[in-house]
């Protein structure tokens, strides 16, 4: 029975620096989010910000408006020479672990009104909250955005956008049950690494390096941002759901004559063809959207050549930090300054 005294030893020995590490991180994490920061709703939205609540949220200070957006106090409708454009999105428009005025839409904001002598004033909502995808951003635009009578209304686009939430799986995802095997089975082992990097820092930090480290050598379905690429084809009825969302956002603001802009955000990878796991899921997103005549800002070009993980906000978590988030408000400032009454041409702020 030697060898299982050896084998108990290995594993004392492996465990033992991994424990040591995950403690070292466990100290090093932010503080816990301030209890009740969100609120929930009986409606397809499903939760917001609760109405000037503010606290801390992954480690930074978030404050949240009247409206339930971590946004400055807006006014119900824009006023006269104002025009306003509103950021849909999840966690990387929120902002998540940087401070308001680094978001891209605050950013953006700024960028666009800084060269606007005697033009009107540009407003970018921040509509963003943690954990919202696709069909959350159509409800959202339909229970509370349209009424803030935007000219423009921008929707950053993540590439998990095609997950559903727990409410959404039973009525707005059909088809899941029909998946093969293998797909149910990938799905196992992407919602165990998930599970492992929310309870886990040590596996949060590790499983990136792991996946650059693999991914030159032929390895890009590695983990749950690898195998988003064979999310994005046409079989996919998460997919179609998402499609169909888009569609019917771009019905909606046809009908207003509301400009919509889809911003297509990468990953924060490093960024060259042999490390980029998912271009797929580039090429679908803007590929469907320039085929049914919705305008498509990808934003891979923007960060091309350089290393995302650079931009994270901590060691274990991917989300743009600041400068990354000010490369996406300069990509976006520059999609929207056309699109922008001239200067000298003011908006009645009425639709």
Known sequence: MRWLANLAVMLVAAAVPCLIAEAALQIAAPPADTPELFRKLGTPVEWSGRPNAS???????????????????????????????????????????VAQHQTFPRQAE???????????????????????????????????????????????????DVEPS??????????????????????????????????SLLFAWASPRIGSALRPLGFKSYGQVGAVKDQYVDAN????AVRAALLEMKRLTDERSIELVVMVIPAMARFSDATYPIKEYHEAVS????????????????????????????ATDGHPNAEGQAIIAQALAAQLAPLLPPAGILTTGAR
């Open 237 to 240: 009825p998460q997919w179609q």
């Open 110 to 160: 700024a960028l666009l009104n800084s060269g606007r002598i005697g033009g009107p004033r540009v407003e970018v909502l921040n509509m963003g909250m943690p954990g919202y995808n696709t069909l959350h951003q159509l409800a959202q635009l339909r229970e509370v955005g349209l009424a803030l009578e935007p000219e423009i209304v921008v929707v950053g686009f993540l590439y998990n």
């Open 287 to 314: 590929g469907f959207c320039r085929q049914h005549g919705i305008r498509a800002l990808d934003l891979l070009p923007a960060f091309w050549g350089l290393d995302g993980t650079k931009f994270w906000i901590s």
């Open 55 to 97: 606290g801390l949220h992954t480690g930074v200070p978030v404050a949240f408006n009247a409206l339930g957006l971590r946004d400055v106090e807006r006014s119900a409708k824009p006023a006269a020479g104002t025009v306003r454009v509103l950021a849909l999105g999840d966690s990387v428009t929120f902002g998540m672990g």
């Open 166 to 199: 727990s409410a959404q799986r039973g009525t707005a995802m059909p088809g899941r049950e029909e998946r093969s095997l293998g797909a149910r089975l990938r799905s196992g082992i992407n919602a165990s690494v998930l599970w492992l990097k929310k309870n």
